[in-house]
Structure formats: C-alpha cells, structure tokens
C-alpha cells in the first residue's frame, strides 16, 4: 500500500486533502463533531455510498474520506458548444434534485465524467441556500470556465416554468418593503422572494430616515400559501470591525416597514422567522465558550448575519390578516 499523500493544502481554512490508495481524505485541523456528522449524515443522503466512504475525529483534527470516482475531469475536455450545453444542464438537473440545497462549488476540477454519466464531488460547500444564490454562483462558476462561450439562457428555465404554472390567480397583491442598512465597508445584499420566485435583487444603501423602498405585485390562487423571503448575504468576516473586543462597525440590515395590498403589516411583522448562517470560525469560538446558538431567531427586525426571514401568510390575503390580527 502506497503511503497518502498530500494533494492540497488551505492554511486560511485549516485544510488539508490527502490522496490514499482508493480515497481521498479531507482533514480539518480543528474539531466540529457537530457539523461534520451532520454534513456526513446528509451526502448519505444526498450522494450515498458511491462517494462517501467513512469520517472520524481525533483530540485536535476531523476528516471525511470519500471514494475515488472513475472517470475524467471536465476541464480535461473539449468545450465544444454541447458539452458546455450538457454540462449547464446536468448541474441544473443535479439542484433540482437536492433544491432547496445545493452542492455550490461547480468548478469543473469538481465535475467528473465517465462515458455518460457526470458526478460532482468536493460537497464541502454543501447547504442550504436560496435559489438566486444558487443560480448566481452557478453561472459565476460555469463562466468562469466557459468565458463568453456559455449560454446564459438555459439558467432562467426554472423561473419561466413556475410561472407558467401558475398564470391562474385569485389576487394580486402589491408588496412594498422599506429597508435600510449600517456598514462601514461594503453594504449588505438581499435577494426578495415571493415562494421561489426572485422579485427583487440589489445592494441595500438607504438609511433610517431615507430607506431603500422596493415595490412589486405577485399574484396568488386563492387558498394559497405563501411566503415572503429576505435572503441577505455578502457579509464577510471582515465587515465587522473590533476593538478592544468591542464591535466598533459592522454590516447589518434592518427591516424598516412592510406593506403588503397598500396596509401596514405592522407588529405582525415579527411573525417573521430568521434563520441566520453564522460565521463558521465564530461559532466554534462561541460554542468553546459555552454559548449555544440558536439555529432560528424570531421578533427580528435587524439581520447581523447573512441568512434568510421568512413571513408566512395565505390567500386571500385580507380574510388571513383579520384572523391573525385579533
């Protein structure tokens, strides 16, 4: 038996890859039992025993080892105009497998290909995440391979079909959200979503006397439920600025004011659930301290971290609104 050897190695990140016989290992240096059998647990589920092999801990490190998949790497093959067809395709049918969570690394050095079968591997980056983040990263990735060469149209398939599908309507309603933002270095970003349907995408600049307003209608059967969605993202670590262990800027968004078929929602506003996707070296940090965060926040009307608000309501819309009011 050969001994490992190491392929890849991110100091930033605190990883390593290692090449075995008939696996590869990635290798954290540091410890998260927590995450990584959730994150094992779920490309079982995902990917089965055709790529995940085993994972383990030690005092100091994790690893997951993962089967050698036969086959080439795409970047190894001609980009003719079908196969940069096939493979946007493929990794397009692969999410709407695993939607609402996604593989979100489609580097073709992640990509293999064995006669007609494709396979993704490298699931690091595995989650959940909104479907204009995914559709985003996706086409940011593949053209990053394919240059001017990929064919952008085939990512807005998704979106023509819900429509499509749902051109039978019992109201339409007007949505009008009032946002604003604090950030010292860049301002955050928010993708607006009526169920998966993208309405709104844009940096967040205004501010509490001046906020960002954002107007669109939407149209509902009648019995429908639905949901309102903020996803908001491009917060790094470095947005937040300490001294002295004190947060002396951040990045944060606020919810100012929603209005939804020209009434003020107003305190049902906090019927809203957050889901926050904390940053992951802080939460270690706060899980060694003994501080157990929440995985949902509610009564929420300022999002310190990238995540998503959900507000939940039905069709038609006036009759929910009494009976939630009172």
Not at 84 to 100: G, N
Request: proline fraction near 4%.
């Amino acid at each position: 038996m050969a001994p490992a050897k190491l392929i890849k190695s991110n100091p930033e990140n605190k990883s390593e890859v290692w090449e075995f016989d008939n696996h590869f290992r990635k290798k954290w240096l540091y410890k998260d039992e927590p995450w990584l059998e959730k994150h094992y647990e779920m490309l079982k589920d995902t990917c089965g025993d055709v790529y995940v092999k085993n994972f383990g801990f030690n005092e100091t490190e994790m690893w997951l080892d993962t089967n050698k998949l036969p086959g080439k790497l795409a970047t190894t093959f001609d980009f003719t105009p079908e196969f940069i067809e096939r493979i946007s395709r493929f990794c397009l049918e692969q999410y709407k497998k695993t939607k609402p969570f996604a593989h979100f690394d489609w580097d073709l050095n992640n990509i293999i290909i064995s006669d007609n079968n494709i396979s993704l591997v490298d699931w690091d980056n595995y989650g959940m995440y909104s479907e204009g983040q995914v559709l985003d990263k996706m086409k940011a990735d593949l053209k990053k391979s394919f240059g001017d060469k990929l064919i952008e149209n085939i990512f807005f398939v998704d979106k023509e079909e819900y429509e499509e599908k749902n051109n039978a309507s019992s109201e339409k309603l007007k949505f009008v959200l009032e946002l604003y933002s604090e950030y010292w270095k860049n301002p955050p970003i928010v993708e607006i979503y009526i169920n998966d349907v993208s309405k709104y995408k844009s940096m967040i600049k205004g501010t509490k006397d001046s906020p960002d307003i954002i107007s669109f209608e939407h149209d509902f059967k009648e019995g429908e439920k639905w949901t309102l969605v903020i996803d908001r993202y491009n917060k790094t670590e470095k947005e937040t600025n300490f001294i002295n262990g004190k947060i002396l800027n951040d990045q944060l968004l606020h919810i100012k004011n929603i209005n939804i078929d020209d009434i003020d929602i107003g305190s049902l506003v906090f019927k809203g659930l957050y889901t926050p996707n904390y940053p992951k070296r802080w939460a270690i940090q706060q899980k060694q301290a003994g501080i157990e965060l929440p995985k949902t926040l509610k009564n929420v009307t300022i999002m310190g971290h990238n995540g998503r608000w959900v507000f939940e309501a039905e069709s038609p819309f006036y009759m929910w609104l009494l009976e939630n009011l009172y």
